[in-house]
């Protein structure tokens, strides 16, 4: 995998704006917004910038799925896709992740995510149905390499 230029830290609240600005196609609803403050101030969001501004962003539930850590949310600035932002942002996520799984979901018509997961190699855990009428959510894990993991 070729590295994308620039870096990932975490994200502090002066980014929350930039944050939330990031995906102009998509721009974010209330209800986004308040979920995206509180990760932002929890210190579970990543942020991918480049010469110093953000480009991508993934926010990480420590523990949030059945005892594992969880991805809720991964997302790089339409302008910025497919130059491997969204692959080192999950790598850098299972990397701090201290469980010996980490999750995450997405429904099934977002056939992007859907192949960054299959191509970084995901593993698919099962569906869920319920959420999103007629578009069930795709749960996918992977699991940690590293030894020093808790159960
Ligand atoms: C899904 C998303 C995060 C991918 O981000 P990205 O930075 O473009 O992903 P990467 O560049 O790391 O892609 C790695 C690989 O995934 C696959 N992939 C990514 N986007 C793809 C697409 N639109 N179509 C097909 N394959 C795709 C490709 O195999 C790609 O490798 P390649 O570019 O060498 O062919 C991005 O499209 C996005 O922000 N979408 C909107 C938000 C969203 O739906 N998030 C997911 C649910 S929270």
New binding site residues.
């Given amino acids: 995998m070729t590295k ?1 230029m620039g870096q990932v830290r975490r994200a502090t609240q002066g980014d929350l704006d930039a944050v939330l600005n990031l ?1 102009q196609r ?1 721009p974010v609803g209330h209800e986004r917004s308040e979920l995206l403050s509180a990760r932002v101030r929890s210190g579970e969001c990543l942020l991918f910038e480049r010469e110093g501004k953000p480009v ?1 962003y993934l926010i990480m539930r420590s523990r949030g799925f059945f005892g594992r850590d969880f991805i ?5 600035a ?1 302008q ?9 942002l ?1 790598h850098e996520a299972l990397s701090q992740s201290l469980t010996r799984e980490t999750f995450t979901s ?1 429904n099934e018509s ?4 859907i ?2 997961l ?3 190699d995901w593993t698919f855990s099962g569906q869920l149905e319920g959420i999103d009428e007629g578009d069930p959510e795709f749960v996918f894990y992977k699991r940690a390499a590293r030894a020093a993991i808790r159960p």
């Fill in positions: 994308p995906d998509n991508g809720e949310l991964l997302v790089v339409a910025d896709r497919r130059t491997g932002i969204a692959s080192r999950l997405t977002n056939v992007a995510m192949a960054l299959h191509k970084r």
